[in-house]
């Protein structure tokens, strides 16, 4: 049931897209919001060049949890709320496809902050 | 000129610190006054643990110098948040005619250089002159929320929880204020807020050579030439830079924000924040001053101007030093109330 | 002087006193952390995959993603997370755990300010601009959809 081989190629796929982002991290000081965004970017690109499909059924849950997951997934609704819709689908698909991510972030983030408080910080890395 | 000689040579009576847990496992452990178990102070929000920190520095600098809060004319003091809050609001709790100074991490010698200038006229008596910052105020105002999971560039600094204050008067006390010198603005174009140290080191070598010029001593005259919070690197290019000016910076230069931590602490390139040299100052700087075996020490603070919304807008960082210089006078036999023991009265 | 040349040269003279990130043992951490969060993801698939053999593959990513979110919210609510991320670098931010930890972290620290004003208008601060490039992304992919 359980396959193995899907852990291990999550872990892989996923942990060298992290690694391509540190390489960006150290070479150019790049910002948590900018890192974020361009992944998010590139995502979108795999989705609208059909590459990403490919790559999800090959890197499991290497490619549908980094942010590349979540811009393909805007991009892919969008595009197939399009088809089915026409112009309308155009404004619609996008956060229609999106809106679990988004709004379990809002949600929880809004429930966390009424119960938790920051905390004063020891030092870094 | 930029350096006023002070004729009266007022005395830097008595001088507080207290430093948050972090900084209170460092070098300086056993200078500090007070160091805090708990840094929200049992305040709710860290601004308002930071105004009882101020608060708490002030009253303790004005109680080791055997004075009532009444018996202080003025207060000088800043801080880093938005519109010197922490300031302002403990001299609304302490009821001290306020006199509020801005010049980022260099506010404490420009509040001990204005204080010592009312003394060194008459103006004054006794003046207080005192800063603090605080790490999770000052990171939540200036950087990212305290919970996100960000990395910080090698260069970055680690602003401290913790502060001083010092009591200027012209009731004699081992140390003599001698000279000041208020520096100038200097900017040589550095852009990344996570490298405050190369942008303030030119101000501090600018003002270090107007102050030696002006009082005519060379760098081998000081026991201490301290810089306020360059950092490490910071410290490195203002040897360099001094070094094109022909002046050497020797064993006897250092720099508060290398002092403060350990290097088992990972802060990057030390400490930084208007606290630093705050606290260097009332702990270690004023009991080796105190004792003698300091006899004349340069404090050289040294701020970076900027602001959230200039760097978001992509201008360059100006950086400012102002110098203050302290002498030993031996006039008087070591002064009890200057041993510096940790955690006498109240608690964190 | 001329000042900008001043300024140039400075800069490149600190340039080359800046100390480097230790470039592999970082790089490594990126991976390692990355890696994990991404085998964790594969974990919850296979979980809601197992028992809601109905859903489609779609909606099980899904519930996998909003699962690791609802996770991160409270690893940041409870001061973790800041910690793996100082470790890991980028491996803690290109995972969707980084969104949501951009948008739970400034939830949480600008709870001082009220509901309103605090939580609810800080919440976006630094998540902003992944929603917005995010909408404004997708509108665009889906003009394209309607030429292919």
Redesign the interface.
Known sequence: MVNVWDYVISFLVGGFICFLGQILVIRTKITTARILVLFMVIGMVLEVFNVYAPFKEFAKAGASVPIIGFGASLARGAIMATKEYGVIGIFTGGLTAAAGGISMAIFASFLFALIFSSKSKRGGH | MQTIKLKNKPYLLNGYSIVGP?EGKGPLKDYFDYILKD??LKE????KSERKLLQDIIVGAIDKANLKVSDIDFFFGGDLLNQIVSSSYTARELELPFIGLYSACATMAESIALASIFVDNGLANNVVAGTCTH??SA??QYR?????????????Q?TI?GGGASVISNNPSNIRVVAVTFGRVV????G?V??MG?AMA?AACDTIREHMKNVGRSSSDYDLILTGDLGK?GS??LI?LMEREKFILGKNYSDCGCMMYDKT????MGGSGAGCSASVLNSYILKKLSAGEFKRVLLVSTGALMSTTTSQQGD?IPGIAHAVELEYVGNKPVNKSVTFAKGEKKDG | MDKQKRNANYNIYVESKVPKTKAWPSLFKAFLVGGLICALGQGFFDLYSHFFPNLAESEVTTCMLMSIIFLTCFLTGIGIYDVIGAWGGAGSVIPITGFSNSISSPAIEFKKEGIIYGICVKMFTIAGPVIVCGVVGSIVCGFVGLFI
């Open positions: 972090m840094d929200t709710k929000t860290f601004e790490f999770s990171e939540r990212f929320p305290l919970e996100l999971g960000n990395q910080r560039p090698p260069t970055a680690w929880t900017d040589f174009g550095i990344d996570n490298n190369a030119p690197l490195e290019i360099d602490e990972r802060v990057f360059t």
